[in-house]
């Protein structure tokens, strides 16, 4: 029976290097997958294109590629990211390059394009925003950008034109994963069962370690040993589509039925109907099981037709936000704070700042559940001794959400006793909504480098 391995690289845009060149040294792997890209990277992606054509893909992609490409040459095993972000085509020319610089010969590097639906969203001014059901056009604020997610099929025309690298936009997340088992297996577009196995796979390896321990361990309840030296998985994926899941033996990191199945339902709504590009899978059925140390393995994924739809994630500008603290310490501190706050909220009434929305929280008191839980949580503590006030509001214009701060930093001479740390940050808002686009109005692009 034959077999692909794949391991992820990335699960992140900011993820770390060094497990990703353990697995392409040490892991046998076919393929290796980065996944790097969320609804709020591409909209910041496409704001750095709009001020240079040149930018625009994932800002590690220099310091990654020239940390791979010489082991992706080596060991003959072929990339698949999606750190073009909203320029894929620029990502390959800084691939090129680096390539030539480096005195790399015979790769050949793909760039999937066709996401970017950016100047065709007037026609779909009439959509159904996702989240509200209102049309796209209540939005009065200003559209950054329009990326639909596509499926694997400009990643399967890369690979059938013998791309060894290939940078996508906004594909959907396990379609990196998927694109290459299609290929590699010829697996049939309406072979919805190993479409929806090939799915669950990429489902488990697009976010990295978080199916190795990452965002699992809980010291004394769920140890994970070594978590600093955490290795990311690997995936021997069987021409059936059932796969076993892995990781390098001398990494740090927990592989069992737990981490997988705290992956399996992450981010799935309903696990009987999880809608892709490519397929609805269905993991209800899923088995998942233990067949040696940090190695598991996963059957029972299945699927059915896709809808022929696509998400769409429309990026907007949506006002500010400003985030003022100031920190107090020893006996009296939450008091202390608490006068501050009055008085900052005092302030802002006094001087009539428009504000949206605005919230006072007390870090290391109230401040992830606010005050009924956080009372039953700290009944017992009568005084804190380190208490950082934060002062968020929400602001239509920017100079607003600055004189917000500025009555932060005025608690340095006008407030309580002791206050320090005085730290004030503003920032424009991306927002994020999502309407559906037909299949069929997305032509999909591969465009080719090579070296």
Known sequence: MSTIRIGSGAGFGGDRIEPAIDIMEQGEVDYIIFECLAERTIALAQKQKLKNPNLGFNELLEYRMKKILPVCKENNVKVITNMGASNPIAATKVIKNLANSLGIKGLKIAAVVGDDVFCSIPQYSDSKLIETGEKLKSLH????????YIGIEGIVQALENGADIVITGRVSDPSLVLGPLVYEFGWDKEDFERLGKGTLAGHLLECGSQVTGGYFADPGYKDVPELWNVGFPIAEIEDTGDFTLSKLHDTGGLLNEATVKEQVLYEVHDPSNYLTPDVIADFSKVQIEQIGINEVKVTGATGKKKTGQLKTSIA?????????EISYGASGSYPRAKLAAEIVNKRLDYIGVPILEKRFDFIGVNSLYQDFISDQLTKACTDFKDVRLRVAAKTLQKEDAEWIGYE???????????????????????????????????QVQVIYEEV
Not at 141 to 148: L, R, V
């Open 408 to 442: 932060v930093e005025a608690l340095m001479t006008n407030g309580p006793a002791g206050g320090g740390g005085v730290r004030v940050h503003v920032k424009e808002v991306v927002a994020v909504a999502s309407i559906l686009i037909p299949e069929e109005e997305i």
């Open 141 to 148: 604020s200003e559209i950054i950008s329009a990326n639909a």
């Open 316 to 324: 907007y500008t949506d006002g500010y936000i400003v985030e003022g």
